[in-house]
């Protein structure tokens, strides 16, 4: 058996199948965020992004534009901190 995501792959014996139960359980126990976040590709009328990271005050995303579309220059003021995209 193997399960292929943008980030990981798992490959085990389909005899273990039931385990991949335990482990997500064991994770959402642990109250680790990976058993709920998932990356996939967000498209939008200019192309697409997708988040492959992100923490209490930040984000980072890959992104993909279209030929010929452009992006608007986004300003973005937290606290102390100014961020542009």
Same mark, same amino acid.
């Given at each position: 058996?193997?399960?292929?995501?943008?980030?990981?792959v798992?490959?085990?014996?389909?005899?273990?199948?039931?385990? #991949? %139960?335990? &482990?997500?359980?064991?994770?959402? +126990?642990?109250?680790?965020?990976?058993?709920?976040?998932?990356?996939?590709? *967000?498209y939008?009328?200019?192309?697409?992004?997708?988040?492959?990271?992100?923490?209490?005050?930040?984000? #980072? %995303?890959? &992104?993909?534009?279209?030929?010929? +579309?452009?992006?608007?220059?986004?300003?973005?003021?937290?606290?102390?901190? *100014?961020?542009?995209?």
């Amino acid at each position: 058996m193997w399960i292929e995501t943008d980030d990981a792959v798992l490959v085990a014996h389909h005899d273990a199948a039931q385990d #991949v %139960k335990k &482990i997500v359980d064991r994770l959402k +126990a642990e109250k680790r965020s990976v058993a709920q976040w998932h990356r996939k590709e *967000i498209y939008q009328p200019w192309g697409w992004y997708d988040g492959v990271d992100s923490g209490q005050r930040f984000q #980072v %995303k890959r &992104i993909g534009v279209k030929p010929g +579309a452009a992006l608007s220059l986004q300003t973005i003021i937290i606290g102390q901190n *100014i961020g542009l995209l």
